[in-house]
């Protein structure tokens, strides 16, 4: 089945650019787990993250059978309300009160609302062109004269484990579609079998991780203050910030894996391989 793995590829090539931009709005005091997801922008962060998903589903190329099925198929799916539920719901209690009344607190704070700011315009839809062009370049900027801002965005990344949260998310979507692409064919394989097919398409995934992650870093920071940008990182790295982004991307891995096993069944329900 040469086309099981493309929409998986588009799925993980979208979400590279989003793993840290968890996109921020201009907040009130949050001081409850969905008040706190409200503030931080995580809502938006989702309504970019899910037509990005769809429109790189859409576009993959191949037969015309298959490209109606997969348009089909991805009609609803990453839908920002669902997951934002489920994602809170998988959160909810795993966070102590001092986590939540710290993360208000920056949240509500000018650094917090500057930063927020400038994540919701990278994680505009309207934005993600630009990203992909201009986040190369400033990147390549920074590498040739500006170490000490690159070396933040690399201890962003690293302190956030980004990367590994990246490639772990899109291991484990790429399974879940394929299991349940086999599922609705009624042609199951064994966890192993199925992993040593994603692992085989996955090629250097980390390295794209990688390089995604720290172009959209580039790009939705690059109007941040050296001083400002030393503090965000702090508090990525402080009790609240570690535990809160830890947890969401823990919990948004698990939704989109969900989210991935129902488009590949559905996507070989549409191809008429089993009712639905």
């Not at 956030?160 to 599922?183: K, P, Q, R």
Request: hydrophobic content about 45%; proline content about 5%; glycine content about 10%.
């Amino acid at each position: 089945m040469p086309f099981v793995f493309p929409p998986w590829m588009r799925i993980a090539g979208a979400l590279f650019g989003f793993v840290v931009l968890m996109a921020g709005s201009q907040p009130a005091s949050a001081q409850t787990l969905e008040e706190i997801n409200k503030a931080s922008g995580f809502h938006e962060m989702l309504a970019g993250l899910g037509p990005s998903i769809v429109a790189g589903i859409k576009s993959v190329p191949g037969p015309e059978k298959v490209k109606e099925a997969l348009s089909a198929a991805a009609e609803g799916a990453f839908d920002a309300d669902r997951m934002e539920k489920a994602v809170e719901a998988r959160m909810r209690g795993r966070l102590q009160p001092v986590d939540l009344t710290d993360l208000a607190a920056f949240f509500d704070s000018p650094l917090g609302r500057r930063v927020t700011a400038l994540e919701i315009q990278a994680s505009d839809p309207q934005a993600v062109g630009r990203k992909k062009i201009e986040g190369p370049k400033i990147l390549g900027g920074l590498q040739a004269g500006d170490p000490a801002r690159l070396a933040l965005y690399r201890r962003i990344v690293d302190d956030t484990s980004a990367v590994d949260m990246a490639e772990a998310i899109a291991l484990n979507m790429g399974y879940a579609m394929v299991s349940g692409m086999l599922a609705a064919a009624g042609q199951p394989l064994s966890d192993q079998q199925i992993m040593v097919l994603v692992h085989k398409q996955a090629g250097n995934l980390r390295e794209k991780a990688e390089k995604g992650i720290m172009e959209g870093n580039a790009f939705a920071y690059r109007d941040l203050s050296l001083d400002d940008l030393r503090l965000y990182a702090a508090f990525l790295a402080s009790p609240a910030g570690s535990h809160y982004y830890d947890r969401m991307q823990t919990a948004l891995g698990a939704v989109m894996t969900d989210e991935a096993r129902s488009l590949g069944q559905r996507f070989f329900v549409a191809l008429g391989y089993r009712k639905a």
